[in-house]
């Protein structure tokens, strides 16, 4: 009896599974290129996120306060 020709035999379902790992790998599509630095906004429009969408946003805080300036915005309230 030739177990490659069996149905369900063990080699015969570890070759198609190789042979189907090797046709994906071979088949295998390009993956999409994507700009990360463009989003797309609800209403469609493409915002860089390398820019400001609010030009009047303040940017975030440069340097961290001191417990002395945490102090003193305390006292003078």
Avoid: Y
């Avoid at 177990?3 to 080699?11: C, I």
């Avoid at 390009?30 to 609800?42: K, L, N, S």
């Avoid at 400001?52 to 946003?57: F, S």
């Avoid at 805080?61 to 417990?67: D, K, L, T």
């Amino acid at each position: 009896m030739d177990h490659d020709s069996a149905e369900g035999a063990p080699d015969a379902r570890l070759n198609q599974q190789v042979d189907n790992a090797i046709r994906a790998i071979q088949q295998k599509k390009p993956r999409p290129e994507i700009d990360f630095t463009i989003h797309v906004m609800e209403d469609g429009t493409e915002v860089s996120t390398q820019e400001r969408v609010c030009k009047g946003t303040v940017g975030g805080v440069v340097e961290r306060s001191g417990r002395e300036n945490a102090h003193d915005e305390c006292a003078s309230g």
